[in-house]
């Protein structure tokens, strides 16, 4: 199982995981030029894709994959309340084969299988996912405003997290948002702050854990370093192995083995 990051942030984001030749697109917030070059930088053809699964309907996450899937003929998996309000992203024309989701219930797409798992955040019916070859787990958690034990059992004992870290709580507080906009990013159904997204890990069964990534950084609200500290922290170990998310370039290709 390998993956790997076309970007992540609030300008964009969308993550890939591959097991042979299944490759599965997790959200696409670029445009579809943006994505196609993206995925060039991780030498992987659109026409590669398998299948495209869809968090939630807000821009940086579902903004570009309706016209990128019509445009490449990719089927899109996502919850009825996602489909409901993702009408604004829709091509005029389009034959896009959507496959309706449950919030709790397992789906395999050819060699990869998806659990995906309700999360708190202000979206209709958001999700994110564990995803699974049988031998090597990848979880991925952002867009959440708290943990829940769920989320939590949920991710214990995965090889690979990549995990939301999006702001300092501090720098939030002292920040150029507006009041309204910090309530609801420092809210229960906004986004992780650095010590909660440690106080998570620190809950989790890490002893299979091969490779941690800090995701959907705040580029006015956070830094890496503080990122990177705060997960290090918990995992005991020195913060340069704790990877970043990055907006402009995500990250390359790491291998679960």
């Not at 894709?49 to 309907?57: D, M, P, S």
């Not at 958001?126 to 949920?154: A, K, M, W």
């Not at 507080?173 to 106080?199: I, T």
Request: aromatic share 8%.
């Amino acid at each position: 199982m390998r993956f790997a990051s076309l970007g992540s942030g609030s300008a964009g984001n969308s993550l890939l995981v591959k097991v042979h030749h299944t490759v599965l697109m997790l959200d696409c917030g670029f445009s579809v030029k943006e994505t196609a070059s993206r995925l060039a930088r991780l030498n992987v053809e659109p026409s590669a894709l398998t299948g495209i699964v869809i968090t939630h309907e807000h821009d940086d996450h579902a903004g570009g994959a309706f016209k990128f899937a019509a445009k490449y003929k990719i089927p899109v998996w996502l919850t009825y309340g996602t489909l409901k309000m993702v009408g604004r992203y829709m091509p005029n024309q389009h034959d896009i084969q959507f496959n309706v989701i449950d919030s709790h219930s397992a789906f395999t797409i050819h060699d990869i299988q998806v659990q995906p798992y309700p999360v708190p955040h202000d979206a209709r019916e958001p999700i994110q996912c564990v995803f699974s070859d049988g031998n090597h787990s990848l979880g991925v958690l952002t867009d959440v405003g708290r943990s829940t034990p769920y989320i939590e059992e949920q991710l214990s004992g995965c090889k690979a997290l990549v995990l939301e870290c999006n702001h300092d709580a501090s720098m939030l507080q002292a920040g150029p948002y507006s009041w309204a906009l910090k309530q609801r990013v420092g809210g229960d159904l906004g986004h992780l702050e650095n010590s909660a997204s440690a106080k998570i890990l620190s809950k989790l069964d890490n002893s299979q854990l091969q490779h941690i990534v800090a995701a959907h950084l705040s580029v006015k609200n956070n830094t890496p370093t503080l990122a990177k500290t705060a997960l290090a922290r918990v995992l005991g170990c020195d913060a340069d192995w704790v990877g970043i998310a990055d907006q402009a370039v995500g990250f390359d290709w790491r291998v679960i083995s």
